[in-house]
């Protein structure tokens, strides 16, 4: 018998292939489900970072395909020079700390408002009694921007007293030391609201909040400033603080992306920010100041929007279809053109197994009812002979190299085993029967050439 033959190296390279691309194929569809990961620089231990945790581990609960991780900065300057740089995707920047030229708005997360308290009584800090000003720096940045601006007043670099400490610039406005205190603090929180009541004791005649009545033309000077408008009661008090509404320029802190990450990406971003403000006030109520960028002046503003908060803000995300058709049919277009290859090929290798196991059936056919009439041992011999030359043969095309093992499958082989041992079978029954009746030869070495041949005749491939 001839031993079952091996599978053939195509199989086993199909099935690697067949591995390969259904490992490819999971991990691009791990990777498509996979909720995507962006970084955020945001300034340690401030607002903003209250608000970018609640808003991170809100994400995290919920399956909302985005994920954020925060990287905290000492500031943030040093927040928007990791944006610019590259080494986060988001940043929450000041818009007068070096705004990255590479990153547009989201969102708007809070404003600072220049705050100009002096005595009741006081109308302007041009006429001011004392004409000595206070700045109330809580950062560098602070400092920097309060001195610009008042200088836009005229009042001369030393007329400017930087003050650091909170209680120390209290102390100085209710002795008198300066005429009024400049800071930038948060609209309506409650910071702000003890230290304008802090200063109201301090001050034997009470304070007013100056309004700014060149706050459009403060802000045209210095573009990373925005108008704003105190609301009348804004900081409380058993007199409303303040009186009236009073207008005033304001530094915005941004949630910015840099350009390189996806429209779609910073899209959801702002939806699901936005739609997570009530959740988020529950830890960090300064979320409820956020506010959406103007996306009147898109990109063409100094401080641009990002396209994606474009997208969301003018409600013009594209769809999953939208964005894919095109490849989606493709795809469909060429798994077709694949198939109809593939049904091709199968039918040419089925041809090709046929034809080889055709052959060896019709030598087999052909020999067996010359084997049952063989007349004598001598023609027996002959027929053997040719049977050998089939039985190497089917042992060549069964072994595993062979071109036509390669595309037959296991019942075709032991098809041509089987009709091959009948083969067999048949000379060793017709070789006892002419041994049992021992019938001399009386052919001529002539009458045995033509029986070969006439063997020797069976076609072959």
């Not at 231990?45 to 900065?73: C, H, N, T, W, Y």
């Not at 000595?132 to 200088?151: I, P, Q, R």
Request: with cysteine; hydrophobic share 50%; charged share 20%.
């Amino acid at each position: 018998m001839i031993p079952h033959p091996k599978p053939p190296s195509w199989i086993f390279a199909l099935a690697a292939l067949a591995i390969i691309v259904g490992g490819l194929t999971a991990g691009a569809f791990w990777l498509a489900l996979a909720p995507v990961s962006l970084t955020v620089a945001v300034a340690a231990d401030g607002p903003d970072e209250k608000v970018m945790r609640a808003f991170a581990e809100g994400l995290a609960q919920r399956d909302s395909g985005l994920r954020i991780r925060l990287r905290l900065q000492p500031n943030a300057a040093d927040a928007a020079v990791a944006l610019q740089t590259g080494r986060v995707d988001l940043a929450v920047v000041r818009s007068d700390l070096h705004y990255p030229a590479n990153a547009g708005t989201v969102a708007i997360l809070r404003e600072r408002a220049l705050l100009l308290v002096a005595p009741e009584g006081e109308n302007s800090l041009r006429t001011l009694a004392i004409r000595k000003v206070g700045a109330l720096a809580f950062d560098a940045a602070d400092e920097t921007t309060l001195s610009a601006m008042l200088v836009h007043f005229e009042l001369g670099d030393t007329d400017v007293v930087v003050f650091n400490d909170r209680a120390r610039a209290i102390a100085a406005l209710g002795a008198g030391e300066i005429g009024a205190l400049a800071l930038l603090a948060n609209i309506g929180d409650r910071e702000t609201a003890n230290l304008m009541r802090d200063l109201e004791k301090a001050v034997p005649k009470g304070v007013a909040i100056l309004p700014v009545d060149e706050a459009a033309a403060l802000a045209a000077q210095f573009p990373y400033l925005t108008t704003a408008e105190i609301p009348a009661g804004a900081f409380g008090g058993r007199a409303p603080r303040p009186v009236e509404a009073v207008n005033t320029v304001a530094v915005s802190f941004h949630l910015a992306a840099g350009f390189g990450v996806d429209r779609r990406y910073v899209s959801r971003l702002a939806e699901l920010l936005f739609g997570a403000r009530v959740r988020i006030a529950r830890t960090a109520p300064g979320i409820v100041h956020m506010t959406a960028p103007d996306t009147d002046e898109a990109t063409s503003a100094l401080l641009p929007n990002h396209p994606g908060a474009i997208d969301y803000f003018q409600r013009e995300q594209k769809t999953f279809m939208d964005r894919w058709g095109d490849w989606i049919w493709l795809g469909f277009f060429g798994i077709g053109g694949a198939s109809s290859l593939l049904a091709w090929l199968t039918s040419v290798i089925m041809r090709r197994r046929r034809a080889a196991v055709e052959h060896v059936l019709a030598q087999a056919c052909e020999l067996l009812p010359k084997i049952r009439n063989a007349p004598d041992l001598e023609a027996l011999d002959a027929y053997a002979l040719n049977a050998d030359q089939l039985v190497l043969e089917t042992v060549a095309q069964t072994h595993p190299g062979h071109v036509a093992a390669a595309h037959a499958n296991a019942r075709d082989l032991s098809a041509m085993i089987l009709i091959v041992d009948s083969v067999r079978a048949a000379i060793m029954e017709r070789r006892q029967e002419l041994s049992r009746i021992r019938q001399p030869s009386a052919r001529t070495p002539a009458d045995l050439r033509a029986l070969l041949e006439e063997a020797n005749s069976v076609p072959r491939r």
